[in-house]
């Protein structure tokens, strides 16, 4: 089972980037998925998680309106559009993905499979 993100870089405040978090080992298409992220002396943060069906969504409120999630269960992807990027927006990234049924979820040990991280810097 892994997970691979990619997409992080560098951006200026009031840019966009595109997160994506390919899956491979098993299939994921009935699982949710979710973003976190983590700045050095801080705990991992929820970010925003996707329902397994793509209908159903969730947003921390610090990036609600500017971020989306999404995804392609054809392909064991998640993606994390993110627009509008503050300074306040970098942080590593990381995909997760949940290995039980439950309403969607923003707490950590929810999410059974992580990702290795990618880093996003927004400069001002």
């Known amino acids: 089972v892994q997970l691979q993100a990619s997409g992080g870089g560098l951006a200026q405040a009031g840019g966009s980037l595109r997160l994506s978090c390919a899956a491979s080992?098993?299939?994921?298409?009935?699982?949710?998925m979710g973003w976190f992220r983590q700045t050095p002396g801080k705990e991992r943060e929820f970010v925003a998680a996707?329902?397994?069906?793509?209908?159903?969504?969730d947003y921390a409120d610090s990036v609600k309106g500017r971020f989306t999630i999404s995804r392609d269960n054809a392909k064991n992807t998640v993606y994390l559009q993110m627009n509008s990027l503050k300074p306040e927006d970098t942080a590593v990234y990381y995909c997760?993905?949940?290995?039980?049924?439950?309403?969607?979820?923003?707490?950590?040990?929810?999410?059974?499979?992580w990702g290795q991280g990618t880093q996003v810097t927004v400069s001002s």
């Open positions: 996707v329902r397994w069906s793509g209908d159903i969504t």
């Open positions: 080992g098993r299939t994921f298409s009935s699982r949710d």
């Open positions: 997760a993905v949940r290995g039980t049924w439950g309403p969607l979820s923003r707490v950590l040990s929810d999410y059974d499979y």
